[in-house]
């Protein structure tokens, strides 16, 4: 018996085949090239089909499938929302998929849900009931895992702590993306850097040279790494949100961990120890000095592991 996991992002969609034990069979990933609406969910129904079909001749047998969302995965309808998909506001994916698994079951959850649960199976949150995955990448999310259940909220939208409020007075800017997701998610981090740039004068460090459109978070690291001034004020204002979310999520949950993870960390990895200094002036006392605050054992695969581990656990209940 084998379970297949599959994780959606803003422009890949990436599948792996793992037997119980978690067993690496297959992987691969597919580009979206710029697929939206029902060209997306024909992707994914295809390749599931594709998959069902090959398999006994390569000698396993699909169990159960898991599908990991770049937004809300609706419990209810098995509808998705993922802003970044244009046409997925309302997407009837489950329907979709399961109108080629043959009978094979299929579970749907957020990415921050399958992160954090990936990080249980393989990476550094096995053997925690109490633990919290922060994904730093293009946003900002939390998959928040509480007494060993993912923390969903009434209508499945938990975790969504780009929206923290972390800085006060209200702008517009916060709406559509909010305040923590503003300032340090990768998207954040360049174009704060563009703003200091736009309004620094004299200003004539790394980044100057750089064409404002093609400024991204990996310049902004880059140039943090050889003492912009620029990049490290952005950076060094990132680290002090980091930090006071961290806090809060330290003290609202008291987990056994929190896994920094995402694309931004990645480049951020070595700045974990002076978020957690930070993070120790804001935090309820005892809690943040019994809390363990790592990077993602799993990088980029947390997603499709973590889908392939919800599917698991649905053969298993």
């Known amino acids: 018996m084998a379970v297949l996991g599959m994780d959606l992002g803003g422009t890949k969609l990436a599948y792996a085949v793992f037997t119980e034990d978690g067993t690496l069979i297959r992987k691969n990933t597919l580009s979206l090239d710029k697929r939206k609406g029902t060209e997306v969910g024909r992707l994914i129904s295809t390749n599931i089909s594709d998959i069902i079909s090959s398999s006994s001749g390569e000698g396993f047998k699909i169990g159960s499938i898991g599908i990991s969302v770049p937004g809300i995965s609706h419990a209810g309808t098995g509808k998705v929302w993922a802003p970044n998909i244009p046409g997925w506001e309302d997407y009837p994916l489950l329907e979709e998929a399961v109108s080629v698994s043959g009978g094979i079951p299929v579970v749907i959850e957020s990415d921050r849900a399958c992160y954090i649960m990936g990080e249980v199976w393989q990476g550094n949150a096995k053997n925690c009931k109490d633990a919290i995955f922060l994904s730093v990448g293009t946003g900002i999310g939390a998959g928040i895992l509480v007494n060993g259940e993912i923390l969903r909220g009434s209508h499945d939208v938990a975790g969504s702590i780009g929206w923290m409020a972390l800085n006060r007075p209200f702008i517009d800017d916060y709406i559509a993306c909010g305040c923590f997701e503003y300032y340090a998610s990768g998207a954040g981090i360049a174009s704060n850097a563009k703003r200091m740039i736009k309004q620094g004068r004299g200003y004539n460090g790394v980044l100057k040279n750089i064409l404002s459109e ?33 806090a809060n999520l330290i003290s609202l949950f008291n987990p056994q961990k929190i896994i920094m993870g995402g694309g931004v960390f990645g480049p951020a990895v070595s700045l974990i120890p002076r978020i957690r200094e930070e993070a120790s002036r804001w935090a309820q006392p005892v809690s943040i000095n019994q809390v363990s605050i790592e990077q993602s054992a799993l990088a980029g695969d947390a997603g499709v592991i973590g889908a392939a581990y919800m599917a698991l656990k649905k053969i298993i209940i």
Do not use: K, R
């Open 214 to 246: 093609n400024i991204t978070s990996y310049e902004v690291f880059s140039a943090y790494d050889n003492g912009d001034p620029v990049a490290s004020a952005v950076i060094s204002q990132c680290i002090e949100f980091w930090a006071m979310a961290v």
